[in-house]
């Protein structure tokens, strides 16, 4: 059973930093799609960022690009999610995911992922 666990989550003033980390366990594909998406209170869940689990392609949201930078390190079967430049809005429940498909088309669907992170809390005050 594949497990994702998030971590790093917190409270931070406007154009803070924060990581967050997302330990995998379980997994058996040896390839496939990671991501981070987040919800704020009342708004649907988003995308955040993505990347596969080979290659050094990445994909963010127009909100982020140029402040968050998703990284992995197989070795431990965790990825990250570096965030500069934290804004009020980026306020928001962090969540983790990840497919065995290369959603090459779909990465920013959350839909699409068959497993989930329980969520960890960013709070960036003004």
């Known amino acids: 059973q594949v497990q994702l666990v998030e971590s790093g989550g917190g409270l931070v003033q406007a154009g803070g930093s924060l990581s967050l980390s997302c330990a995998v366990s379980?997994?058996?594909?040896?390839?496939?799609?990671m991501a981070w998406f987040r919800q704020a209170p009342g708004k649907e869940r988003g995308f955040v960022a993505a990347?596969?689990?080979?290659?050094?392609?990445?994909y963010y949201a127009d909100s982020v690009k140029g402040r968050f930078t998703i990284a992995r390190d197989n070795a431990k079967d965790t990825f990250y999610l570096q965030m500069n430049s934290l804004k009020p809005e980026d306020t928001a429940v962090y969540s983790c995911?990840?497919?065995?498909?290369?959603?090459?088309?779909?990465?920013?669907?959350?839909?699409?992922?068959?497993?989930w992170g329980q969520g960890t809390q960013v709070t960036v005050s003004s």
């Open positions: 990347m596969y689990y080979t290659g050094a392609s990445t």
């Open positions: 379980g997994r058996t594909f040896g390839s496939g799609t």
């Open positions: 995911a990840v497919d065995p498909r290369i959603l090459s088309s779909s990465y920013s669907n959350y839909f699409v992922y068959q497993h």
